[in-house]
């Protein structure tokens, strides 16, 4: 399998879950270091918080470490007992940090600190409660159509997932109308689903932007630590396409990202073209419905055993 060009991909905030990890945790001591080196990274007990029924695995600044450290562990745990030698990697919203940490970009220290103040500003932003957001889910999304839905609203599209599902972000009060303006337009026998995410603030959306200056200073802070000549395999949700070597392009990439629309679809299509086989690793397993709707095939791992079935090891 290592002489294919296998990419790996990590799903982003929302896919994680109590107890997410641990079979890897239980069962491997490198994973133990990772959770470990995160724990020293922010201050407080990683594995405590992934594992146990703590309500602020939900709060984004704990959510985002708890899923870096978890896909990281997952990845390192993987590796050590298969020998897995991936060549390009990708990542959804959060995902794309820990798939720069994978490419040995970022140190996990340094990214585990980055995200959790990542986290933080974008759930300061905006209020809880008064943004949200909604995934629009149908088949052959038109994205004019969208866009006209949106026209003088106060909500942006925050993802592009895929050809039959896009997610909107912003002001709450506004997305009753939205609702009713896509259900207007979408008609006939075409199946239509708007569907409210459990979500603590509108991410992926103008309501970022007050952030960003605050976040350039935190990624500056740590450029240093950053191998950008190794970004090049990673793919950019700001662009679509794959990062370039060049330091001051990453940062500006991540920090844009907070606001702007995660061009996941061009992130499929750009994997596809160059890799064999691809896989997602994670707590959850949303990226591989979207990789079907692009014919190709993603295999998911979200625990230990699904791994030592897919990579075909003893575990």
């Given at each position: 399998?290592?002489?294919?060009d296998?990419?790996?991909?990590?799903?982003?905030?929302?896919?994680?879950?109590?107890g997410?990890?641990?079979d890897f945790?239980?069962?491997l001591?490198?994973?133990?270091e990772i959770?470990q080196e995160?724990?020293?990274?922010?201050?407080?007990?990683?594995a405590a918080?992934?594992?146990?029924d703590?309500?602020?695995l939900?709060l984004?600044?704990?959510?985002?470490?708890?899923i870096?450290?978890?896909e990281i562990?997952m990845?390192?745990?993987?590796?050590?007992?298969?020998?897995?030698l991936?060549k390009?990697?990708?990542?959804?919203s959060?995902?794309e940090?820990?798939a720069l940490?994978?490419?040995?970009?970022?140190?996990?220290?340094e990214?585990?600190?980055?995200v959790?103040?990542?986290g933080?500003?974008?759930?300061?932003?905006?209020?809880v409660?008064?943004g949200?957001m909604?995934a629009?889910?149908s088949?052959?999304?038109?994205?004019d159509?969208?866009?006209?839905?949106?026209?003088?609203l106060?909500v942006d599209?925050?993802?592009?997932?895929?050809?039959?599902?896009?997610?909107?972000?912003?002001?709450?009060?506004?997305?009753?109308k939205?609702?009713v303006?896509?259900?207007?337009?979408i008609?006939?026998d075409q199946?239509?689903?708007?569907?409210?995410?459990?979500?603590?603030a509108?991410?992926?959306?103008?309501?970022m932007r007050?952030?960003?200056?605050?976040?350039a200073?935190v990624?500056?802070?740590?450029c240093?630590?950053?191998?950008?000549?190794?970004?090049?395999?990673v793919?950019?949700n700001?662009?679509?396409?794959?990062?370039?070597?060049?330091?001051?392009?990453?940062?500006?990439?991540?920090?844009y990202?907070?606001?702007?629309?995660?061009?996941?679809m061009?992130?499929?299509?750009?994997?596809?073209?160059k890799?064999?086989?691809?896989?997602?690793i994670g707590?959850?397993?949303?990226?591989r419905?979207?990789?079907?709707t692009?014919?190709?095939?993603?295999?998911?791992?979200?625990?230990?055993?699904?791994?030592?079935?897919i990579?075909?090891f003893?575990?």
């Open positions: 399998m290592n002489d294919k296998i990419a790996i991909v990590f799903p982003g905030q929302g896919s994680q879950r109590p997410m990890g641990k945790y239980d069962q001591s490198v994973c133990r959770y995160a724990s020293d990274a922010v201050g407080w007990d990683v918080m992934c594992f146990g703590d309500e602020r939900n984004t600044e704990y959510t985002q470490p708890c870096l450290t978890t562990a990845l390192r745990g993987i590796s050590d007992l298969h020998g897995l991936p390009i990697y990708g990542g959804h959060l995902g940090f820990t940490v994978a490419a040995d970009v970022l140190p996990l220290f990214a585990l600190r980055i959790q103040k990542r933080k500003l974008m759930q300061e932003a905006y209020p409660g008064i949200g909604a629009i889910i088949e052959d999304l038109d994205m159509m969208i866009d006209q839905a949106l026209a003088d106060p599209i925050a993802n592009i997932n895929s050809s039959e599902q896009v997610v909107i972000s912003g002001a709450a009060s506004a997305f009753p939205v609702a303006r896509l259900a207007d337009t008609h006939g199946t239509f689903r708007y569907v409210p995410l459990n979500v603590s509108p991410f992926h959306s103008r309501f007050s952030v960003e200056a605050e976040f200073i990624l500056e802070h740590s240093s630590n950053f191998s950008p000549e190794n970004a090049i395999c793919t950019s700001l662009t679509g396409s794959f990062h370039h070597g060049c330091c001051e392009e990453i940062m500006r990439a991540l920090v990202q907070l606001s702007s629309t995660v061009q996941w061009g992130n499929m299509k750009a994997i596809a073209h890799a064999d086989a691809i896989y997602e707590p959850g397993r949303p990226l419905d979207f990789f079907k692009i014919d190709v095939n993603c295999m998911s791992v979200v625990s230990l055993s699904a791994a030592a079935r990579f075909g003893n575990n």
